[in-house]
């Protein structure tokens, strides 16, 4: 009923800045309420929330990217997010996966992921 699609995503310096752009698609009434979050896994380690922002509510971050990431609403299209992602730290390297909540049914949707490295 949803689909989940990232782009973005790469290779940076530290210190550098990375995108990326989720888009949810689908049935205009699962979509009507939701929370779309970006997680992260890096290897070997669990996967990890990084930044969620249900409708009409502000974002929310990890302390981990608190002060260096942005989530928001991408204004150009519907059901998609941005997360902008500055001040990155080889930590940072990841599988970055996009995740869509639809509410109130609780349904999960995951995006294939797409890799960033943090590295000099």
């Known amino acids: 009923q949803v689909q989940v699609v990232e782009s973005g995503g790469g290779l940076a310096q530290p210190g550098g800045s990375l995108t990326l752009s989720c888009k949810a698609s689908?049935?205009?009434?699962?979509?009507?309420?939701?929370?779309m979050a970006w997680h992260r896994q890096a290897p070997g380690k669990q996967r990890e929330l990084v930044a969620s922002i249900r409708t009409a509510r502000p974002a929310e971050y990890s302390d981990s990217v608190k002060g260096r990431f942005t989530l928001s609403r991408d204004n150009n299209t519907k059901n998609a997010v941005i997360l902008q992602m500055n001040a990155l730290k080889p930590e940072d390297t990841a599988v970055y996966y996009c995740?869509?909540?639809?509410?109130?049914?609780?349904?999960?949707?995951w995006g294939p992921g797409t890799q960033v490295s943090v590295s000099s």
């Open positions: 995740n869509v909540l639809t509410h109130p049914d609780l349904q999960n949707y």
């Open positions: 689908g049935s205009a009434y699962f979509l009507s309420s939701k929370t």
